[in-house]
């Protein structure tokens, strides 16, 4: 016998453990992505079911129960956290002086600069605070572990928003941002896809903004803590909220008809998003200014000041009638449903856009 594998741990788990470690296997669980991470199973199974045949076949060899893989393997695999996001970020370092996002903004086609440069930097800064879960000791001290702000990527089709933040991150990386994810809170598998990832892009943004879509978004941004129930896992398993949500939506936000909302940040493209990319942008620098900023205690929510900004670019008053705007807002040809829903004047009023006043007199207007 091997004189390595003579050194087991005692314990068929144990020994378990070290022997999928001999034979060059890598089994761990990637916290980002909720998933287990395998490698250097023989035979190409990189995958839960590959790793329980594979570690079946171990235990006949070397005369262990292979009952310890079902008991034991789930336990083993999440028992080795890796975080390759963290690790990246913590481990990059600032290779110029300047402002970076300041440098990225000044080269996007994107309006009003000014305010851009603030969402991105706020948003950045929650990125890399979702990616460690908020545990870095230097952060900052009134922080809790939610990641509220959606960084909303607008304008016309073509424009590269989806592939903006893959361009300012190494390949290798790529995998934790899922494209295209569509919210549902209603529906587990949608609610599932999202989380799993560090960034997921939501798409269709304007349905789950009206009605009660909004309130459901809100309530989903706000949660500390998520409870999933993977495929492979006999038990659920209760995680630290890891994702920082970004948004693309066609033409200028907020889409028609759709309330506005402070944990926003929009960002409208006037042309394609792909300078970092072309110009070859050092977004390694921008990632270690980031990740320098979050670790010494700089916020990612807005200021006082902050909000104020935001508020005097997208304070546009809607011209559009309130009748319209109601129309818009509320479906009031839903055949499917039966239930009617009584809403006081005030109660329509609050499910508008910010800039329709709560007064008197759009209250008479609505009755």
Not at 73 to 92: A, T
Not at 221 to 231: F, S
């Amino acid at each position: 016998m091997d004189t390595k594998i003579s050194q087991i741990n005692p314990g068929e788990r144990g020994r378990l453990s070290d022997l999928i470690k001999h034979f060059g296997v890598e089994a761990s669980y990637d916290e980002l992505l909720n998933a287990p991470s395998i490698k250097g199973v023989p035979g190409g199974g990189n995958d839960m079911e590959g790793l329980i045949a594979y570690s079946k076949s171990v235990c006949r060899a070397y005369e262990i129960s292979r009952t310890i893989v079902d008991e034991q393997l789930e336990s083993i695999v999440k028992g080795n956290v890796i975080n390759p996001v963290r690790d990246w970020l913590s481990g990059i370092e600032r290779s110029k002086t300047n402002n970076p996002v300041h440098e990225l903004v000044d080269n996007l086609p994107v309006e009003d600069k000014e305010w851009v440069k603030v969402a991105l930097y706020r948003w950045l800064i929650q990125c890399c605070a979702a990616a460690d879960m908020s545990k870095h000791e230097g952060k900052h001290p009134n922080s809790v572990y939610k990641y509220e702000n959606v960084l909303v990527l607008g304008g016309d089709n073509g424009l590269h928003k989806s592939s903006f933040i893959k361009y300012l991150l190494p390949t290798e990386l790529h995998k934790y941002i899922r494209e295209s994810a569509q919210f549902d809170a209603k529906d587990s598998d949608s609610m599932l896809n999202i989380l799993r990832c560090w960034i997921p892009e939501i798409v269709d943004l304007g349905p789950a903004l009206k009605g009660k879509g909004l309130p459901a978004l809100k309530v989903f941004l706000a949660k500390e803590v998520d409870e999933i129930r993977l495929t492979y896992s006999r038990t659920s398993t209760i995680m630290r909220r890891h994702v920082s949500c970004m948004a693309s939506v066609e033409g200028e936000y907020p889409p028609k008809g759709t309330k506005w909302d402070r944990r926003f940040l929009p960002v409208i493209a006037k042309d394609s998003l792909d300078y970092p990319r072309v110009a070859n942008f050092d977004y390694t620098d921008l990632w270690a200014f980031i990740w320098r900023e979050y670790t010494h205690g700089v916020p990612w929510w807005l200021t006082s000041k902050e909000e104020v900004l935001r508020t005097e670019i997208l304070g546009h008053p809607d011209n559009r009638s309130l009748k319209d705007i109601v129309l818009e807002v509320f479906d009031f040809e839903d055949a499917s449903s039966s239930r009617v829903m009584k809403m006081t004047s005030t109660e329509i009023l609050n499910e508008l856009p910010d800039c329709i006043i709560t007064n008197r007199a759009n209250q008479i207007a609505l009755k």
